[in-house]
Nanobody, 124 residues
Framework: QVQLEESGGGLVQAGGSLSLSCAASGGTFSSYAMGWFRQAPGKEREFVCAISWIGGSPYYADSLKGRFTISRDSSKNTAYLQMKNLKPEDTAVYYC?????????????????WGQGTLVTVSS
């Protein structure tokens, strides 16, 4: 049993930056990877990025590569999402997730546990 808690969401103007954190509790994080997903009203939850826990290899959705950066501090059971040059279309609830295995097609199906989510609103 692992619990995930996101923090850092809020309101930011277009072009600005924001950093999110995801802390895992309930013991040492032991899943294959920790990932970030997002969901806007009326849309499907989509994959943003993930990072393997042992090797620290990052994976990004092609559309977000270059603006978002994922990192982790395994000693703190914490992953981070650095977002820059934010756009109004980035507005969504951002979810942290424990990921069981690498997915070449659909990371959502590899999720074992979800955080509650944190709202990011980008104004124009």
């Amino acid at each position: 049993q692992v619990q995930l808690e996101e923090s850092g969401g809020g309101l930011v103007q277009a072009g600005g930056s924001l950093s999110l954190s995801c802390a895992a509790s309930g013991g040492t994080f032991s899943s294959y990877a920790m990932g970030w997903f997002r969901q806007a009203p009326g849309k499907e939850r989509e994959f943003v990025c993930a990072i393997s826990w042992i090797g620290g290899s990052p994976y990004y959705a092609d559309s977000l590569k270059g603006r978002f950066t994922i990192s982790r501090d395994s000693s703190k059971n914490t992953a981070y999402l650095q977002m820059k040059n934010l756009k109004p279309e980035d507005t969504a609830v951002y979810y942290c997730a424990a990921v069981d295995f690498y997915s070449d097609s659909d990371w959502t199906n590899a999720v074992d546990a979800w955080g509650q989510g944190t709202l990011v609103t980008v104004s124009s």
